[in-house]
């Protein structure tokens, strides 16, 4: 058996999946990376990416101090695949929680994008929160009179949470020619998205386009 015939059968099963999975986790990293905003969770897509790095977790382990050339030569390429699946996640996540940490508040007291969280990422938010309030109140918070300790407080018409700028530019390829006009707000211009061509346009203009999948981030 040749080295052909060793990554056919390493890479064979699922094969298609794993790739459309892989490209899939690229392209959610890369636009969670640049949207502005906390996108919805991906829920099928990460959880078919965790059980299959739990299950090449448990290969190797298996297979680890087997002394059969062919298998260690398997291994390494699970190895290889293991470490870039498991980069991509932790990347993607990082982008994540640095957004719950920058709006934790915004995100808490957004019911709407509560349902873009996952369970753990709902409840990071929660105790992140808790616990920067009771630091602020036990360092100087504590000291100034009740009505002036509120951490959301509009007084006077402005808002002290943070919100995410949606009308940051962002660069997106269009995936798909998009026949309606896109009108951005504030001007009375339009344009239409032909597929494969790069735009740069706010945020807030194709937010739902790329959500639809109609338009990706780069």
Known sequence: MDIDDILEEAGGQAAAQETSD???????????RSAPEIL???DSLMERVLQRINHQIE??????GNTDPKTN???IIVQTELERFKFLVRSFLRSRIA???KHALYVLKTA?????LSLSELQYAKTHQSILEAHYHSSFLGQ????LQKLDDTAGGISMVE?????KAVFLRALRHIEAPIFVQGTDMGFQMRKGDIYVVRWSAIREIVLHGDAELI
């Open 73 to 75: 030569l398997r291994l």
């Open 40 to 42: 919805p969770w991906p």
């Open 112 to 116: 709407s994008l509560h349902s873009r």
């Open 144 to 147: 100034f009179p009740t009505s």
């Open 99 to 101: 957004k719950i940490d």
């Open 59 to 64: 290969l190797v382990e298996l297979q680890t």
């Open 22 to 32: 892989l490209q899939a986790l690229v392209r959610a990293w890369v636009t969670e």
């Open 163 to 167: 919100q995410p700028d949606i009308d």
